[in-house]
C-alpha cells in the first residue's frame, strides 16, 4: 500500500511513500533494538555532538525542510522556516545541557553510605506525532530522549509523510548510527501492535484528547511510561488596564499562528466589559486585514486548513455556534478557492455549551467572551476542560502574575502569547495531557532515575523495613 502526500493549498498530490509492511516493521523495530544495546554504552558527549550535528544539518537544508513542510500540510513558508530554525535551536540546547541534566547527585542520606541518584535510559520510545508542527513536534520528542541514551521510532501524521522521511535522513546525515531513529510509515489501527511490543519502552503521544486515551489506555494495560501532549483551549484574558495595541497585535498572532492550527493558540478571549466593545472593535479590523492565500508567498499570513476534512469540521463548529446564538463578526465561511481555505473568524455572544464554547476550535476562528470582572475572568478561564495554555494583558505586573498563578494550565503568561521555549518545561493538565516535554523535564521523562546505595559491609545495617 502506498500513501500520500496531498498539497492542501492546490489538491495536487506532492508524492507517493510504500507504507511500512509488518515485516517492514519487525526489521525495523529489532534492529532499533540492536542499536540501543550500543547507543546506550555511548558517552554522552558523543551524543550530545551528534545532536549539535543535526543542528547544522537543519541549518544547511532550511528551504528545503521548510518548502516540503509548506507543500504537505500549509503552513506559510515564512513560519515553516522558522520551525527549521527553532529545532535547530532545540538541538543545541540539548548538546549543551544534557549531561548537566543528567549528573548523577550524590544525597547524604545515612552515616558510613554513600547513596548516589543516577538517570538511565529505558529503551526504544514511541512518538506518535501529528501533522501542524510536523518537524518541531517531532524533534522536541527526539532531541532529548536520544541524548537520554533512547533510540526513538517515529509513527508520523499520515499527511506528512515526507516530512517524517526527512527526519529521519537528519539524524541520518548527523552521523547518529541506524536504528536511533526510525521511521515507521504505517496507520492508526497498527499503532497498538507497536505500542504492546514487548522492545518499546514508552510511548508519547501529541493529538487529539481521544487519541491520547485511547494510547494512554493501552500503555497502561502495558504498564509502559506514557506522555500526552493533547488538546487546547486556551483563554486570551484582557483586563481593563491591558495595553491595547500591544494586546490587539497580540491576539492576532496568537489565534492565527500556524493558521490558527495550534494547541497552544488563543481560542477563547475572556474581556472584562469595561474594554470589551474597544476590543472586539479593533481585534475585528486586525483580523479582517490579514492575508489568507499561497503559502509559498512571503506575505501570506493564513494558509489553508491542513486538510480538507479539519476545514469541514471545523466548519460545522462555527455552524452549529451560531444556531446555538451565537454572532459571526467577521468571516464564517470557507472560501470559495481551490485549496482548503478557511479566513480568520470571530464570533462572539456564544452561549454556554455552544462548541466555540466548550470543544477546540482548531483554526482561525477566534471566540470572544464578555465578563464583569477580573474575578469572572479568571473563573471563565477556568471553565474548560483543557488545561495546556493561558495568558492574561494588564499594565499592572503583580496583578498579572497573580491571575496567572490562578490559571489552571500548566502554561500561563502574561503579556505574552503562549509559546514553547526548549529552556522551561512544556504540557498541560486536564484533558489536555500529563507528563512535561522540553528542559530538564523533558529529558528525565524516559529515564529510569536508580537510587544506588553503597554500604560498608558491617555497617550502619538496617534500621527500619519498608
Known amino acids: 500500500m502506498s500513501i500520500e502526500s496531498v498539497n492542501p493549498a492546490t489538491g495536487e498530490v506532492v508524492d507517493s511513500y510504500d507504507e511500512t509492511s509488518e515485516s517492514q516493521r519487525e526489521d525495523r523495530l529489532e534492529r532499533a533494538t540492536e542499536t540501543y544495546a550500543e547507543w546506550r554504552e555511548t558517552p554522552i558527549e558523543r551524543r550530545q555532538g551528534l545532536l549539535s550535528e543535526a543542528a547544522d544539518v537543519l541549518r544547511r537544508n532550511v528551504e528545503e525542510y521548510a518548502t516540503l513542510m509548506t507543500e504537505e500540510m500549509g503552513k506559510p513558508i515564512v513560519q515553516s522556516r522558522a520551525e527549521v530554525e527553532k529545532c535547530a535551536w532545540l538541538c543545541e540546547y540539548y548538546a549543551e545541557h544534557a549531561a548537566s541534566h543528567l549528573q548523577d547527585e550524590v544525597v547524604a542520606s545515612a552515616p558510613e553510605a554513600r547513596t548516589v541518584i543516577v538517570h538511565e535510559p529505558l529503551g526504544p520510545v514511541l512518538a506518535i506525532m501529528p501533522w501542524n508542527f510536523p518537524f518541531w513536534q517531532v524533534f522536541r520528542f527526539a532531541a532529548p530522549t536520544l541524548a537520554a541514551g533512547n533510540v526513538g521510532l517515529l509513527k508520523h501524521a499520515s499527511n506528512v509523510p515526507g516530512c517524517a522521511r526527512a527526519i529521519e535522513d537528519v539524524f541520518r546525515e548527523a552521523g547518529f548510527p541506524e536504528g536511533a531513529f526510525t521511521t515507521l510509515l504505517i496507520g492508526s489501527d497498527a499503532i497498538d501492535a507497536v505500542v504492546t511490543d514487548d522492545r518499546i519502552a514508552g510511548v508519547t503521544l501529541t493529538g487529539s484528547d481521544g487519541a491520547g486515551r485511547a494510547v494512554g489506555e493501552t500503555a497502561g494495560r502495558e504498564l509502559k511510561k506514557s506522555v500526552l501532549e493533547l488538546g487546547g483551549s486556551d483563554p486570551f484574558v484582557v483586563l481593563e488596564d491591558a495595553p491595547m495595541d500591544e494586546t490587539v497585535q497580540a491576539a492576532v498572532q496568537a489565534r492565527l499562528l500556524n493558521s490558527g492550527q495550534s494547541c497552544i493558540a488563543a481560542k477563547r478571549f475572556v474581556v472584562v466589559d469595561d474594554v470589551y466593545d474597544e476590543f472586539v472593535d479593533r481585534f475585528v479590523e486586525a483580523m479582517d486585514e490579514q492575508v489568507v492565500g499561497d503559502p509559498t508567498d512571503e506575505r501570506t499570513d493564513v494558509g489553508p486548513q491542513a486538510r480538507p476534512d479539519l476545514m469541514d469540521e471545523l466548519h460545522e463548529q462555527v455552524e452549529k455556534t451560531l444556531e446555538a446564538g451565537g454572532e459571526c463578526r467577521l468571516g464564517g465561511e470557507p472560501i470559495d478557492r481551490e485549496g482548503a481555505f478557511y479566513p480568520p473568524t470571530v464570533l462572539t455572544d456564544?452561549?454556554?455549551?455552544?462548541?466555540?464554547?466548550?470543544?477546540?476550535?482548531?483554526?482561525?476562528?477566534?471566540?470572544?467572551?464578555?465578563?464583569?470582572?477580573?474575578?469572572?475572568?479568571?473563573?471563565?478561564?477556568?471553565?474548560?476542560?483543557?488545561?495546556?495554555?493561558?495568558?492574561?494583558?494588564?499594565?499592572?505586573?503583580?496583578?498579572?502574575?497573580?491571575?496567572?498563578?490562578?490559571?489552571?494550565?500548566?502554561?500561563?503568561?502574561?503579556?505574552?502569547?503562549?509559546?514553547?521555549d526548549p529552556r522551561l518545561p512544556f504540557g498541560g493538565i486536564k484533558d489536555s495531557g500529563y507528563g512535561r516535554e522540553l528542559a530538564e523535564d523533558g529529558i528525565t521523562e524516559f529515564v529510569n532515575t536508580k537510587t544506588i546505595w553503597v554500604q560498608r559491609a558491617g555497617g550502619a545495617g538496617t534500621e527500619m523495613v519498608e
Not at 362 to 384: H, W, Y
Not at 410 to 419: M, Q
Open 350 to 420: 456564544v452561549p454556554e455549551d455552544a462548541p466555540a464554547d466548550r470543544e477546540e476550535l482548531f483554526g482561525p476562528v477566534a471566540t470572544v467572551f464578555r465578563v464583569p470582572d477580573e474575578a469572572a475572568a479568571i473563573e471563565k478561564a477556568n471553565d474548560t476542560r483543557f488545561g495546556l495554555g493561558a495568558s492574561v494583558w494588564t499594565e499592572d505586573l503583580e496583578r498579572g502574575e497573580r491571575v496567572a498563578r490562578r490559571f489552571e494550565s500548566g502554561l500561563a503568561f502574561v503579556n505574552e502569547l503562549v509559546k514553547s
